[in-house]
């Protein structure tokens, strides 16, 4: 098993920056690919941004340019880096990990941008 810990979030103003983390700790073996998921009131959880063991990146189209993810394997923490945020961007934001196989994911940190 493979605990997430997410941290980070917080309210922030449009245009603002905020920066989160999440720490993965238990059975850890091979973690190939860790990502940032979020889901706001009323929509589908989506991607926002992965990153594989080996350090290849994907965002989804509204935040290229504008967050950054990255990773320490050393340490089994991803982070992501949010910047010129937005109204939209406001969501609890959820860390996911995949090892064997398996996904596993963090409880979520709530990002609230306000105007």
């Known amino acids: 098993q493979v605990q997430l810990v997410e941290s980070g979030g917080g309210l922030v103003q449009t245009g603002g920056s905020l920066r989160l983390s999440c720490a993965a700790s238990?059975?850890?073996?091979?973690?190939?690919?860790m990502g940032w998921y979020r889901q706001a009131p009323g929509n589908q959880r989506e991607l926002v941004a992965s990153?594989?063991?080996?350090?290849?990146?994907t965002y989804v189209d509204s935040v290229k340019g504008r967050f950054t993810i990255s990773r320490d394997n050393a340490k089994n923490t991803v982070h992501l880096q949010m910047n010129s945020l937005k109204l939209e961007d406001t969501a609890v934001y959820y860390c996911?990990?995949?090892?064997?196989?398996?996904?596993?994911w963090g409880k979520g940190t709530l990002v609230t941008v306000s105007s």
């Open positions: 996911k990990a995949e090892q064997r196989a398996m996904n596993y």
């Open positions: 238990g059975t850890i073996f091979f973690i190939n690919t």
């Open positions: 990153i594989t063991y080996f350090g290849t990146t």
